[in-house]
């Protein structure tokens, strides 16, 4: 089975969603517990709800990124809460 996803998360707060295009099935978790893997509530909800017993396949694949293309990203981001990062 195929499906991408994609997180977020700051400080107490976490979101997940996983598509699976084929199957017309979108399931996004979205939680402001400390310490909650979202992504793993996201795939369970996702295999349960396909009736698939196997969580051992990998669910995050890997993808080859050209070079020079995460270079437009490079820079300082600063969020609304005040979390910084320094892309480089």
């Known amino acids: ?6 997180s ?4 107490g707060v976490s979101s997940h969603m996983k598509v699976a295009k084929q199957h017309d099935i979108t ?3 979205l939680t402001n517990i400390a310490d909650v893997d979202a992504e793993e509530l996201a795939i369970t909800g996702l295999y349960d709800t396909l009736g698939i017993s196997d969580k ?10 050209k070079p020079g293309h ?19």
Do not use: A, C, W
């Open 27 to 29: 399931i996004t978790v």
């Open 56 to 65: 051992g396949v990998s669910v995050s694949p890997k993808h080859d990124v």
């Open 8 to 11: 977020g998360s700051i400080k």
């Open 70 to 88: 995460l270079g437009r990203y490079v820079g300082f981001y600063e969020s609304g809460e005040g979390q910084k990062v320094n892309m480089t």
């Open 1 to 6: 089975m195929q499906f991408f996803g994609y």
